[in-house]
């Protein structure tokens, strides 16, 4: 069964950092794309980041460019998400998947709740 787990949210004061971390299971986790999502109180999901695992080529949503860094680590089947000078903008739940795009994702893990304060 394919599995992954989001973990790592929690409050910080704007200006802070996190690291978010996704373990995944029950897959040949090398063979796919990650993909980071979330959600904000009254918004619809949207992408965050994704990172490839042909080429190591990586996407940022243009609202956390040079701020959130995705990376994998293969041999742990785990993806991290590390996420510095948050905002309070950044707040919402966040998950992983499979799949890049928010339209692909069959079904949604359980995600991990960031809220950055003011």
């Known amino acids: 069964e394919v599995q992954l787990q989001a973990s790592g949210g929690g409050l910080v004061q704007a200006g802070g950092s996190l690291r978010l971390s996704c373990a995944a299971s029950?897959?040949?986790?090398?063979?796919?794309?990650i993909g980071w999502f979330r959600q904000a109180p009254g918004k619809e999901r949207e992408g965050v980041s994704c990172t490839s695992t042909v080429d190591g080529s990586t996407y940022y949503a243009d609202s956390v460019k040079g701020r959130f860094t995705i990376s994998r680590d293969n041999a742990k089947n785990t993806v991290y998400l590390q996420m510095i000078s948050l905002k309070p903008e950044d707040t919402g739940v966040y998950y992983c998947?499979?799949?890049?795009?928010?339209?692909?994702?069959?079904?949604w893990g359980q995600g991990t709740q960031v809220t950055v304060s003011s």
């Open positions: 998947s499979t799949v890049c795009t928010v339209d692909a994702v069959l079904k």
């Open positions: 029950g897959f040949t986790f090398d063979g796919y794309a």
